[in-house]
């Protein structure tokens, strides 16, 4: 298989795998915001069972944004790597422009993992902070019920 074939499966299967865990993320965001807005607080008699519902999915955003910056280094690792191949196969005829342009193009796996890892982070923050909110009001509902009873 020719170096330049490798080099496509990798660039375009890591960006793929990358652009695909982007749209798990905002997926599940979504989801969780709708379900969030609609929640009713007064339909669940257990502490546990509303968080429980209240944070389905979030481990799955947390998990991706802690680690696709290590999809795109690994992303970045493989092109480097096939980037000395070819130095190595083409000594004598490479110049070092296309060295570089071949580790500048090797860089933006690590980027675009950097592109999914921020987003995502801030939006399982956000949800989090959403969460701790809603069990927050559930908790003063039931006190208030408990009080009047």
Same mark, same amino acid.
């Given at each position: 298989?020719?170096?330049? %074939?490798?080099?496509?499966?990798?660039?375009?299967?890591?960006?793929?795998?990358?652009?695909?865990?982007?749209? @798990?993320?905002?997926?599940?965001? @979504?989801?969780?915001?709708?379900?969030?807005?609609?929640?009713? =607080?007064?339909?669940?008699?257990?502490?546990?069972?509303?968080?429980?519902?209240?944070?389905?999915? =979030?481990?799955?955003?947390?998990?991706? *944004?802690?680690?696709?910056?290590?999809? *795109? =280094?690994?992303?970045?690792?493989?092109?480097?790597?096939?980037?000395?191949?070819?130095?190595?196969? %083409? %000594?004598?005829?490479?110049?070092?422009?296309?060295?570089?342009?071949?580790?500048?193009?090797?860089?933006?796996?690590?980027?675009?993992?950097? &592109?999914?890892?921020?987003?995502?982070?801030?939006?399982?923050?956000?949800?989090?902070?959403?969460?701790?909110?809603?069990?927050?009001?559930?908790? &003063?509902?039931?006190?208030?019920? %408990?009080?009047?009873?």
């Amino acid at each position: 298989m020719p170096i330049e %074939q490798i080099k496509n499966i990798v660039d375009y299967g890591i960006i793929g795998l990358l652009a695909f865990l982007s749209f @798990i993320t905002f997926a599940f965001a @979504i989801e969780r915001i709708l379900y969030y807005r609609s929640v009713k =607080l007064e339909s669940y008699s257990h502490e546990k069972e509303l968080e429980l519902d209240l944070s389905k999915h =979030l481990s799955t955003i947390a998990s991706i *944004g802690s680690n696709a910056p290590f999809i *795109g =280094l690994l992303g970045t690792v493989l092109a480097i790597i096939l980037t000395f191949y070819i130095i190595g196969d %083409q %000594q004598d005829t490479i110049n070092p422009g296309e060295i570089m342009k071949h580790l500048a193009l090797a860089l933006k796996a690590t980027a675009a993992g950097l &592109v999914v890892a921020i987003p995502a982070t801030v939006i399982y923050n956000a949800l989090l902070t959403k969460v701790d909110r809603l069990l927050a009001q559930w908790e &003063v509902m039931n006190d208030k019920g %408990q009080t009047k009873g």
